[in-house]
């Protein structure tokens, strides 16, 4: 059980910079998620974590001590691929017990080990079967079993449901989130989807291009995205370009495209211009405790299920707004709606 | 080739890792260099010396560097007619191996049929049986049937072992044809033959060159079957080179005809490996 | 998809590749095995029956069979052995990598009786290896390395033409295995012989087990590098059956050899699955 530091880590490929002074704190038992586009530097940062890719520069370190100059066989990390990387040539059992091998725990140990791991994660009667026998969501039980059977001091996650369909993947990243919390380890988890990010992570680090955007709780980073990228990333969002006409202690008013907004956002006063974003499902039939009223034609319906994406217009600008169920507009008509004060961020 | 491991991956230790850069590199390069080429230069040596100015122990050079024994082999040895056999033999069997494998190619490329690994093996047979086990025997049957000593019975026997190269490029590059260019090809109208014309034989071509250049090499340097059945109404360069190794080892005289028989083989495969952009021995040994 | 249709023109089109190779090569060992039970010959008139097995039993026969299989596995299993480091070698990347991946596909293209010839001529009593390790005082005399009674001659020769093909196979079946469970394997613990060990060889092994197959029945059932630089005796298989045939006009035994030569190559490649089968259950 460890902290992990990650300190001015840097990386280059080839003159393009993959990871660009990245600091992060992670706490003992945390469970952080790396969320970012491809290309982001998310799965380098986390390799790097793990000692298979060398750093240009900074400090990782766990617990304190410094881990630049330790191999990856000597870290205490373990590492739940996107392929799974099992064995092809080991049963179950040989592959969960492959770390405890390398320890050279005791075969007693081992043996109990591996079925309690093995019931964690409920692959209770496979443990004779080859990988090749198995199914997908099988095959990541196993890999999860393997890495948490050695007890590391750092849970590292690369995508690992990305290769399962849907419903399965909203069944296992729950049940990997309850595994963690029961026992406690330090994970960190890399993905590109953010529902799932948002779903599992104690905190969530948003990158892009080798940078953090932003680092906050989920309820944060979603209601209160720092930056454009991370508005657009997480969710959706309109984002418009907005002159700030006036800053007071309860929050600013805002010059868009859409017409005069009221935010309860307070910028930095000296500021003339900022991006300002708000979620579509904010954005309700107008009611008179509303500050914000706008008017919109309907473009466009598309029923979803579960809510209704509605594209509107407003004096040339487009904006989304989503309905739970479905909608009564047709396209043509003209729609009043209003926003909170509290649902208007103002972007950095 | 893949290039192996991931950009950037760890050196397992910083023993392991002086072996990426520094000396073990180095030391290994000069070690192979020196097994692989100091053969060969020895063999260029000895093609070059001097009659006149001997070059025995503990001379390290010949003294001296003549073009005489090229000449001698010319002039006096078979050497030229088994060239002529060599090449001709060569170019016969790799004519009757194309034809021969294409159809087979055809078929193996374009469906799905139960018996094709059976006959992928079949088709490596020539190569994996023993080669004088095959050349002793099959003169037996060539000898009951007429075919001993011939021309005929040579190029028949050169074609069975050629074969395996044709017809595995061949087959090879058939099934390497997207299914979807084929059913693109039909849905816009083309009939079987104009698919064979325009599309399958032009993506195929460098296999087809391959299987050519392999082929013709196989045939050129093939020894046992021409030494049982052709010999000694027909020379090859191989079965020269092998009277040259015998038991009157004249080193001046096999380092020439060896010469005469490696250099065309380098040339042409190095060639053929250029231009397949693809390393075939190993991609087709890597789905073992 | 194969329509009923088809059958029939699959069938014609491959009918010529499959029947000319499976027509010479069934001749043969029709031929082969008529002649061992004496139901054929141009010359004599022979019984139908074993005679000719029970001829060509003699200790003559066992001692080619031992010693072709000796050299054969010590061509085989040498050129593994040397051929595995250098694979592994050439996994990662370094300085002058394509050049060493050059200069090791030569002998590839080196046709085996020139191949034989070469080193023939660099390890002869007076060649150039002689040479060099007389005057680095290595060696006090010459060594007799070609048409030794054991066969060193010959070994070398195998070795040299046959280790850049195994380690072309080596390269392409380790090459298949995914990089990530190698780092799968390192981050659970395993430093590089581990690595090794329980990743890297299980699952080469298959590849190399092909590898060392082809090349021991090559060198089992070799002619040419025997009779060029082999010892007087015992002879190779090989060469034995051809001396039987074509001296002694003993085409009967000579088929016995050629027998001896096909089903030892079978029982030694499955002896050698069997084998490869075993180190990987013992290695993971």
């Given amino acids: ?348 | 080739m893949t290039g192996g491991l991931p950009l950037g991956t760890r050196s397992p230790a910083p023993v392991l890792r002086a072996v990426r850069l520094g000396v073990v590199p180095l030391a290994v390069i000069v070690v192979a260099g020196i097994a692989v080429g100091v053969p060969i230069l020895m063999a260029i040596a000895w093609s070059l010396v001097d009659p006149d100015h001997p070059w025995s122990y503990p001379d390290m050079f010949p003294p001296s560097v003549s073009l005489y024994q090229w000449e001698y082999v010319f002039r006096v040895t078979g050497i030229v007619p088994a060239i002529a056999t060599s090449y001709v033999l060569a170019t016969a069997a790799t004519i009757l191996s194309f034809l021969i494998a294409l159809p087979m190619a055809y078929a193996m490329g374009r469906w799905a049929f139960r018996g094709k690994e059976l006959i992928r093996i079949l088709m490596l047979l020539p190569l994996v049986m023993p080669g004088m086990v095959v050349a002793l025997f099959l003169s037996r049957v060539f000898a009951a049937f007429g075919l001993a000593q011939t021309f005929h019975g040579l190029v028949l026997a050169h074609t069975l072992l050629g074969l395996p190269f044709m017809a595995r490029l061949l087959s090879t590059s058939f099934e390497a044809i997207p299914r979807e260019v084929s059913d693109a090809a039909s849905n816009l109208g083309a009939s079987e033959f104009a698919k064979l014309r325009t599309i399958y034989l032009p993506m195929v071509r460098p296999g087809i060159f391959a299987g050519a250049i392999l082929t013709f090499i196989a045939s050129l340097e093939e020894f046992s079957l021409t030494y049982v059945i052709g010999t000694p109404d027909y020379q090859t360069i191989p079965t020269i080179l092998f009277g040259f190794l015998g038991q009157r080892l004249v080193r001046t005289q096999a380092s020439v005809v060896s010469l005469i028989l490696l250099v065309p083989s380098l040339v042409l495969l190095f060639a053929a490996d250029r231009m397949l952009k693809r390393d075939y021995v190993s991609t087709g040994f890597s789905k073992l | 998809m194969t329509r009923k249709g088809h059958r029939l023109e699959i069938a014609l089109l491959v009918l010529p590749a499959v029947g000319f190779v499976a027509l010479f090569l069934a001749a043969v060992l029709v031929m082969t095995v008529m002649q061992s039970v004496g139901l054929f010959s141009f010359t004599q008139e022979t019984q139908v029956g074993l005679q000719s097995w029970i001829d060509a039993a003699t200790g003559q026969t066992w001692d080619s069979f031992s010693y072709s299989a000796k050299i054969a596995a010590t061509s085989a299993f040498g050129s593994l052995l040397l051929a595995y480091p250098l694979a592994l070698f050439l996994r990662r990347s370094f300085v002058g990598r394509p050049l060493l991946n050059a200069i090791i596909r030569v002998p590839l293209f080196v046709p085996a009786l020139v191949a034989a010839f070469l080193i023939l001529n660099v390890m002869s009593f007076h060649g150039i290896v002689n040479e060099v390790l007389v005057r680095l005082g290595v060696i006090g005399e010459p060594l007799r390395l070609t048409h030794d009674d054991w066969g060193l001659g010959v070994v070398f020769i195998q070795i040299w033409k046959n280790l850049p093909f195994l380690a072309l196979i080596l390269t392409a079946v380790l090459a298949n295995i995914p990089a990530d469970l190698e780092a799968a394997a390192r981050n659970l613990g395993a430093g590089p012989f581990a690595v090794f060990r329980h990743v890297l060889l299980p699952l080469s092994i298959p590849g190399a087990q092909t590898g060392v197959t082809l090349v021991f029945i090559g060198v089992l059932g070799d002619f040419a590098i025997n009779a060029i630089a082999g010892p007087l005796y015992p002879p190779s298989l090989s060469i034995r059956m051809y001396l039987l045939g074509r001296n002694f006009g003993e085409w009967g035994q000579a088929a016995v050899v050629a027998i001896v030569i096909m089903v030892s190559s079978l029982l030694f490649a499955w002896l050698f699955s069997i084998l490869g089968r075993l180190t990987v259950r013992v290695v993971r």
């Fill in chain 1, 1 to 348: 059980m460890a902290d992990l530091d990650l300190v001015e880590l840097y990386k280059q490929y080839g003159g393009q910079t993959v990871v660009d002074h990245l600091t992060l704190h992670v706490s003992d038992g945390e469970f952080v998620t790396l969320l970012g586009p491809s290309g982001c530097g998310k799965t380098t940062t986390l390799r790097a974590i793990a000692g298979l890719v060398e750093i240009d520069g900074g400090e990782i370190r766990f617990g304190g001590r410094l881990m630049n100059d330790v191999p990856p066989h000597k870290r205490s990390t373990a590492m739940v691929f996107q392929s799974y990387a099992l064995f092809p040539h080991m049963t179950v059992a040989e592959n969960i017990s492959f770390g405890l091998r390398m320890r050279h725990v005791s075969d007693r140990d081992r043996r109990d080990r591996v079925a309690d791991a093995m019931a964690m994660v409920g692959l209770e009667g496979l443990a004779e079967r080859k990988p090749g026998q198995l199914s997908g969501g099988q095959q990541q039980r196993v890999a999860l079993a393997r890495a948490i059977v050695t007890r590391p001091d750092v849970l590292l996650f690369d995508e690992p449901l990305s290769n399962l369909d849907a419903k399965l993947r909203e069944r296992l990243r729950i049940e990997i989130r309850e595994l963690q919390r029961r026992l406690g380890i330090t994970s960190i988890y890399v993905t590109h989807d953010q529902a799932e990010a948002l779903v599992i992570s104690d905190r969530i680090v948003v990158m892009n291009q080798g940078r953090i955007e932003q680092i906050g709780d989920p309820l944060m980073v979603y209601k209160q995205p720092a930056t454009s990228f991370t508005a657009e990333f997480i969710g959706q969002a309109n984002v418009l370009e907005a002159t700030i006409s006036s800053v007071s202690s309860d929050g600013c008013q805002l010059d868009t495209a859409i017409g005069r907004l009221v935010s309860s956002a307070r910028p930095d006063p000296e500021r003339r211009t900022a991006l300002v974003s708000w979620r579509p499902e904010d954005m309700i039939p107008f009611t008179p405790d509303l500050p914000n009223r706008i008017e919109a034609r309907v473009t466009r319906t598309i029923f979803m299920g579960n809510l209704t994406d509605v594209a509107l217009d407003v004096n040339g600008t487009a904006i989304r707004v989503e309905r739970p169920g479905s909608v009564d507009w047709q396209v043509g008509d003209t729609v009043a709606l209003g926003l909170a004060a509290d649902r208007i961020q103002v972007l950095r």
